[in-house]
């Protein structure tokens, strides 16, 4: 029978919110807790049996290869870091070269192990341990918890996971405890992992789908109705047992009424766990072929241009960005570099331009970067501004949003995997047109160009890199995702099955209606540059300040697109159109 593994991640201050906890949890709770302790190497631990005084389970200091149970705690030995694999724990002498972090190593292992069985919490710590483990956790499907701030001694572990965003209970210790005891009878942590309650996998037809979608369409403007259906029954059975609701149709009356859950759901959906320099081989690639290719023989004018859509907060991007600033080296001035990053997620994308990561990126990123592209901010680094002002960061959603264009480099990986099959073949179409003549697409080591073939040449199949074909381009067909997955366009779906005879005036009436609310937005400007008319909806694109009005393009453009303006300005003028 499966049975939940919670992990626990604490330092200073941890032993009293450990030992509130445990004291709370019944005696037998058919789950098993792994306690990860920042422990010194100098002194012997008395943590196991400190914690056997608080609970009637078995508390045991973890050996090599020791096998899980439910109903028994197991305490990390000191100067150790600790993985999970088939219920079997593996300890590993720590790395002395590298900060500690313990409690991610773990609960990212766990996380991969278990998925939805998953479960970890962080207590009381000075530093950022567990705020990349709960990350994954949540991810993967896992439920997660941090103590309450203010009942800590140290805040600042629970406190840095929170700010994550991927923190469902925010409690004291003993809540937390009790909260865990409600969650262990819902059907979700009942069944083995990756397999979903009954009342989910039989229960979640299309039409209930559809009032899904629709609620989450109406309040954020997103339609998830192209997403894959495992992705999105999964992460609709973890917001359930979240809610402690074991009926769909309960949930949904819980949609209808609670903009919150509405929120927190579409959080879930668009959750995607992204790493600095995530699979090394692939970037040494970039630095030793790619770049390489790209800026041979490229003029002074001429940007380099890439795009990274699905970006979540911007560790792709800049890693990027790093990776090219260390090939060009002396060179980097005669280059005009602008990198793209675009998500769903506002939150992300802000996040992103502020270039601000908890210090646990050390696992990542090698000292020398950290010195060189990075600046320490308290338990944070910032990423170099020179770094920052190659990077813009937009909100985009590529299933229906106009792309970037003229792109050397589309970085697009991990994105596809949550897709459905004809919204990828349409998001493969949108890649060919935004790059130019044999531009590169590369994808995620699970991920390919699939029915798109015609499209994209692969040139190195181990690190997915794709060449773009001299294929025609056809029209994009932009607009509702929900018609792009029937093969309809927006115009396509609103058009009547016959054609009737129209008067002149009457298609002239007709398309102004089309044109006001279906064309993209768009201005009239004159030649310096002064709003006479708009078209469209151009909040996107626009943002009006307090104070005396203006009316000039350069003034109210948001500023990420004040890169694009220019240079697009400028050919206009110089093509006349």
Known sequence: MTFPIVAIGSSAGGLESLSELLETVPSRPDMAFIVVQHLSAEHESFLSELLGRKTQMSVQTITDGMQVCPDHVYVIPPNTSLTINEDVLHLRERDRERPHHPAD?????????????????????????????????????????????????????????????????????????????????????????????????????????????????????????????????????????VRKVDALREYLGVLEGDAAEVAALYQDFLIRVTHFFRDPQTF???????????????????????????????????????????????????????????????????????????????????????????????????????LRDLCIFSRQDVTRDPPFSKLDLISCRNLLIYLGASIQRRVMHVFHYALRPSGLLMLGPSESVGAASELFDLVDKSNRFYTRKATPTAALELGRSEDLANGRTEKQSSDADNNPVVTESAQRAADRLLLSEYAPASLLVDGALNILQIRGETGRYLEFASGAPSLNLNRVSRPELLIELSPAVAEARETGS
């Open 105 to 241: 190593i773990l609960f990212i292992s766990l996380a991969e192990a278990r998925a939805d069985t998953a479960i970890g919490i962080v207590l009381s710590g000075g530093d950022a341990d567990g705020a990349l483990g709960v990350q994954s956790i949540k991810q993967q499907g896992g439920i997660t918890f941090a103590q309450e701030p203010t009942s800590a001694r140290f805040p600042s572990m629970p406190k840095n996971a929170i700010d994550t965003g991927c923190v469902d209970f925010v409690l004291r210790p003993k809540e937390i405890a009790r909260e865990l005891g409600r969650l262990r009878s819902h059907a979700y942590l009942r069944g083995p992992p990756h397999q979903l309650p009954e009342e989910v996998r039989v229960g979640l037809d299309e039409e209930t789908l559809g009032r899904i979608f629709r609620r989450l369409r109406a309040a954020h403007g997103v339609d998830f109705s192209h997403y894959k259906r495992s992705t999105i029954r999964r992460r609709l059975a973890r917001r359930m047992a």
């Open 284 to 386: 040494d690639a970039l630095r030793s072929e790619i770049f390489p290719r790209l800026c041979e023989g490229r003029s002074a004018r001429e940007p380099l241009r890439v795009w990274v859509p699905g970006c979540a907060t911007g560790e792709e991007v800049y890693s990027i960005a790093i990776v090219l600033t260390e090939y060009l080296g002396d060179r980097l001035n005669q280059f005009r570099i602008q990198i793209f990053g675009s998500d769903l997620s506002e939150g992300a994308i802000e996040k992103a331009r502020a270039g601000l990561y908890l210090n646990t990126i050390v696992e990542e990123v090698s000292p020398e970067r950290l010195e060189r592209f990075f600046t320490k901010e308290d338990s944070h680094y910032r990423i170099a501004r020179r």
